[in-house]
């Protein structure tokens, strides 16, 4: 207890041997950092979804229509190339700062959003924002993994997995009211006192070793992986929708893309300090993490991205009630994710919790591509549970086991590449289950509706609610159709997908959980989180 105090408050305590009778219960100080760390996590997860319900209203002020998808898009770009330099930064440099800095820069690039006067503006400081968005969540998890033993983070799974539930069901409804009652600027200035608050107790209470790395930073591999992971996330995001697959600026982007990413490889195995050091991928565990990792994003965000969409073509679900009938799945995920937490930390076993979840996250996949034009809001629910079952074994387990199968001080560059698998395979999801979609949905219609309904899909296959109300009653039908069928045929894709996850689970070895205090051992040993 006295060495965790002194850990994180940066107080020397003497004496005090830690006895039997002492509580186990962690110090004030620690539960503020983690407090501070959750709201860093809540704006980092909380934004997108934010800015996504104000988007209307800002095309209605600033115009540029054309330019709408940008908005989005630049900051998920910058967010995925800066995710892995954090990572680095913090390891070479000292979490604490690190963090700290990606603060300022995210609430730098809110308040200047907020101010911006056209959608060029716009755009630019939404990267901006997405440049700091990028070290949120993997100082998040880094700290946390310098704060905590792996055997006891299970502990805080529920904490994290509740704030990432938070955000996708509060989403869309803060962004709501505020863009309604305040006005669309608010959707970004909402972000300031919250990340003051942020900032205020992490430099207040949180003192970590400091580092001092005399080696530079890796300017030519960072640039490197910069270029490949923006191909990468164009292609995902371009493909399919501002060009055909096969045309000639996708295929510009993949060769770009491919030449970067061997051209970084080879890099990392010659550099002094690596951004991406290599070795960490000699460790079974973290590679299969970073597998699973890629896929639970590939499918997660299909998810929730096509589930709002049936419901509200097919079920007749309001915007805002589209986003409650998640509950199912957010629920079932918080739930499962205490219960995996719980058991991790007191059995250390969690080779279990990968396996199971590959199933369910199979087998929820499978039911919900059984939905048509008569699946009841019950029967959708519970195959969503099923589904949320299923995350909710994988999404911090991920984390976990990446994190106990390197040493400490690549605890950075771990946080941050099985985070970046994640974004990239929520990218390749969105734009792969999209596109299948897309394609199913367009078909359909042609078959069924005829020419007047082929022509209501024409530029896209999603249609919102006051479109779709505007349909004749005939056409309306053939599209419920074709949503039901492209459902289908995404999350059948989804669930084939994820039975990778319960093959790769199979090869996980159970590697003890570190119970001892989390010690870089390169810096001074300092006890950084009480051990039970």
């Known amino acids: 207890m ?94 604490k700062g690190a963090f700290m800095t990606s603060i300022v820069i995210f609430l730098i690039g809110s308040a200047l959003s907020g101010m911006a006067q056209n959608m060029g503006e716009l755009i630019g400081f939404r990267a901006v924002q997405g440049l700091g968005a990028g070290g949120l969540m993997v100082g998040v998890m880094a700290i946390i993994g310098d704060l905590i ?36 600027r608010w ?58 697959w096969t045309s000639a600026r996708i295929m510009e982007l993949i060769a770009i893309g491919v030449v970067a990413l061997v051209g970084f490889v080879f890099w990392q195995t010659k550099a002094a300090e690596p951004v991406l050091p290599l070795h960490i991928f000699r460790s079974r565990n973290f590679t299969l993490m970073s597998i699973i990792g890629f896929i639970v994003g590939f499918v997660m965000f299909g998810a929730t991205l096509f589930l709002p969409l049936y419901q509200q073509s097919v079920q007749g679900a309001s915007a805002t009630n589209s986003g409650l009938l998640l509950l199912p799945m957010l629920g079932a995920m918080l739930v499962t994710s205490m219960v995996a937490g719980r058991v991790t930390t007191n059995t250390g076993r969690y080779k279990i919790f990968p396996l199971v979840g590959g199933v369910l996250l199979a087998v929820g996949l499978y039911l919900l591509s059984t939905m048509d034009t008569g699946t009841t809001r019950f029967t959708s629910g519970l195959d969503m549970a099923v589904v949320g079952l ?37 990218s390749f999801g969105v734009a792969i289950m999209g596109a299948v979609f ?14 007047m309904a082929a022509k209501a899909t024409e530029k896209s296959a999603s249609l919102d609610a006051a479109s779709l109300a505007k349909l004749p009653a005939p056409v309306r039908e053939a599209y419920q159709q074709a949503v039901s069928a492209g459902t289908h045929s995404a999350f059948l894709l989804g669930a084939v997908i994820a039975v990778a996850v319960l093959v790769a689970a199979v090869f996980v070895k159970e590697v003890p959980l570190k119970s001892g205090p989390a010690v870089d051992e390169e810096t001074a040993p300092i006890q950084l989180a009480e051990a039970v």
């Open 149 to 184: 033993p792996p055997r006891e983070r299970g502990k805080y799974q529920g904490m994290m997995a509740g704030v990432m539930a938070l955000a996708m069901i509060g989403g869309p409804l803060v962004g709501g009211t505020i863009t309604d009652n305040w006005g669309w």
């Open 187 to 244: 959707a970004f200035y909402i972000n300031l006192p919250l990340g003051v608050i942020a900032l205020a107790a992490i430099s207040a209470v949180l003192h970590l070793p400091k580092k001092r790395n005399k080696t530079r930073i890796d300017y030519l591999g960072a640039g490197l992986l910069t270029l490949g992971i923006t191909s990468i996330v164009l292609v995902t995001t371009w493909g399919g929708s501002e060009y055909a």
């Open 438 to 451: 897309n394609d199913r949905v367009k078909h359909v219609m042609s078959e069924r509706g005829g020419a």
């Open 390 to 426: 299923g995350m909710g074994c994988l999404m911090q387990i991920t984390m976990l086991v990446a994190q106990n199968s390197v040493q400490m001080k690549d605890m950075g560059v771990a946080s941050s590449s099985t985070t970046l698998f994640r974004t990239l395979g929520s």
């Open 2 to 95: 006295a060495d965790t105090q002194a850990a994180v408050t940066g107080q020397e305590t003497p004496g005090a041997p830690e006895t039997a009778e002492q509580p186990e219960k962690q110090p004030r100080s620690v539960r503020v950092v983690l407090l501070a760390l959750m709201i860093a996590m809540m704006l980092a997860m909380l934004d997108n979804m934010i800015v996504g319900t104000a988007m209307p209203t800002i095309v209605g002020e600033l115009g540029g229509l054309e330019h709408l998808s940008w908005v989005v898009t630049g900051y998920t770009l910058a967010t995925a190339a800066a995710t892995p330099i954090w990572g680095k930064l913090g390891d070479m440099y000292g979490r």
